[in-house]
T-cell receptor, first 119, second 114 residues
Framework: DTGVSQNPRHKITKRGQNVTFRCDPI?????LYWYRQTLGQGPEFLTY????????KSRLLSDRFSAERPKGSFSTLEIQRTEQGDSAMYLC?????????????????FGPGTRLTVL | AQTVTQSQPEMSVQEAETVTLSCTYD???????LFWYKQPPSRQMILVIR??????QNATENRFSVNFQKAAKSFSLKISDSQLGDAAMYFC???????????FGTGTSLTVIP
């Protein structure tokens, strides 16, 4: 399977615990994105990487959240001291950096998500 | 910040019929992309169709087409000859050319009735 994969698919944790999610993008994709999706809402942008550099972070990404992409391949998203409000689906997506002009675009491919439940 | 509004939380369509999902957005930018994504239950989100704002011609992908009204900031999705496999959550999304953030609407749940 050459799509975007995410692990684990489901995570149940107790409030206050730390959790870490992993995303493996499509191998040749140099851009990687994290989103959060709560019930009844569309995905909300959290952060994005180009290769190993984290280039943009949403104000939704509190100090308890940290994301890394150490070698420009897979990425991890860690949530420290989880709260019940962190319960959501965490989606990862990857794409190629557009090679053309300002109006060029490369599609984002989404992973299946990691569903986090904080008790 | 850009906002995307989908005013139809749920829609239903008879199999083989046509349905239109609505989307409006708010932006001060002149160049941007608009998307419709499909999210089947417990499955990955996939791109259905994309529209570049500088193009006047409406995008079409097989049974899927859009009605892009730039002045009205409206971007509706028409699904023709609806099939059972079209049942899913549909999200409208906006992305500026210069930025990397996607702004998604709240989604429309489409049911296809056999």
């Amino acid at each position: 399977d050459t799509g975007v994969s995410q692990n684990p698919r489901h995570k149940i944790t107790k409030r206050g615990q730390n959790v870490t999610f992993r995303c493996d993008p499509i191998s040749e994709h140099n851009r990687l994105y994290w989103y959060r999706q709560t019930l009844g809402q569309g995905p909300e942008f959290l952060t994005y990487f180009q290769n190993e550099a984290q280039l943009e972070k949403s104000r939704l990404l509190s100090d308890r959240f940290s994301a890394e992409r150490p070698k420009g391949s897979f990425s991890t998203l860690e949530i420290q001291r989880t709260e019940q409000g962190d319960s959501a689906m965490y989606l990862c997506a990857s794409s190629l950096r557009p090679g053309g002009g300002p109006s060029s675009y490369n599609e984002q491919f989404f992973g299946p998500g990691t569903r986090l439940t904080v008790l | 910040a850009q906002t995307v509004t989908q005013s139809q939380p749920e829609m239903s369509v008879q199999e083989a019929e046509t349905v239109t999902l609505s989307c409006t957005y708010d932006t001060s930018e002149s160049d941007y992309y608009l998307f419709w994504y499909k999210q089947p239950p417990s499955r990955q989100m996939i791109l259905v169709i994309r529209q570049e704002a500088y193009k006047q011609q409406n995008a079409t992908e097989n049974r899927f087409s859009v009605n892009f009204q730039k002045a009205a900031k409206s971007f509706s999705l028409k699904i023709s000859d609806s099939q059972l496999g079209d049942a899913a959550m549909y999200f409208c999304a906006y992305r500026s050319v210069a930025g990397n953030q996607f702004y998604f609407g709240t989604g429309t749940s489409l049911t296809v009735i056999p």
